[in-house]
T-cell receptor
Framework: KNEVEQSPQNLTAQEGEFITINCSYSVGISALHWLQQHPGGGIVSLFMLSSGKKKHGRLIATINIQEKHSSLHITASHPRDSAVYICAVRSGGGADGLTFGKGTHLIIQP | EAQVTQNPRYLITVTGKKLTVTCSQNMNHEYMSWYRQDPGLGLRQIYYSMNVEVTDKGDVPEGYKVSRKEKRNFPLILESPSPNQTSLYFC??????????FGPGTRLTVL
């Protein structure tokens, strides 16, 4: 069973700062997801990646398969980025289930 | 509008009273899944389905049943709910191997 660890658990930063959230896992995977959950509970998929790097607006996700590690970066952070960010991995093939990290609670102060 | 819907959104019930939480998607996705989210434990997968009539257990299937008779629907059944099933439940769907779309969540309290 894959073990997924996220760090930090909690992060408070000032508006405009560059944010990095880390995710590591114990067993090789077929894909890694980054999810965002705002207060109120809704979950949105930000990225799915199996190699390299993806960028969407101010968000960048990278993965290093050899190191079993992924990072989510937020550039020019804004209070609306305040949310819980969750890493999830699929261990093998499209049919396998997801294993989740416990999430990183991010607060961006104006 | 492409979406995943869940009903009910909130439910308070009593121990042992069978209940069903419905999940429906309008994106023709093969893959559907149920998760529960609990403080300190995060999200955990209950059951998932790759297609009609194909279901598999996730990490925490005990006390739950699912069925996939139609591609768009994936109901979660609690035959005899217990207080430890009090949780926030999410349904999700996707094309196999692609990003998942999540429903709005169902907050269940079992007294």
């Amino acid at each position: 069973k894959n073990e997924v660890e996220q760090s930090p658990q909690n992060l408070t930063a000032q508006e405009g700062e560059f944010i990095t959230i880390n995710c590591s896992y114990s067993v090789g995977i077929s894909a890694l997801h980054w999810l965002q959950q705002h207060p109120g509970g809704g979950i949105v998929s930000l990225f799915m990646l199996s190699s390299g790097k993806k960028k969407h607006g101010r968000l960048i996700a990278t993965i290093n398969i050899q190191e079993k590690h992924s990072s989510l970066h937020i550039t020019a952070s804004h209070p609306r980025d305040s949310a819980v960010y969750i890493c999830a991995v699929r261990s093998g093939g499209g049919a396998d289930g997801l294993t989740f990290g416990k999430g990183t609670h991010l607060i961006i102060q104006p | 509008e492409a979406q995943v819907t869940q009903n009910p959104r909130y439910l308070i019930t009593v121990t042992g009273k069978k209940l069903t939480v419905t999940c429906s998607q309008n994106m023709n996705h093969e893959y559907m899944s149920w998760y529960r989210q609990d403080p300190g434990l995060g999200l955990r997968q209950i059951y998932y389905s790759m297609n009609v009539e194909v279901t598999d257990k996730g990490d925490v299937p005990e006390g739950y049943k699912v069925s996939r008779k139609e591609k768009r629907n994936f109901p979660l059944i609690l035959e005899s709910p217990s207080p430890n099933q009090t949780s926030l439940y999410f349904c999700a769907s996707s094309l196999i191997g692609h990003e998942q779309f999540f429903g709005p969540g169902t907050r269940l309290t079992v007294l």
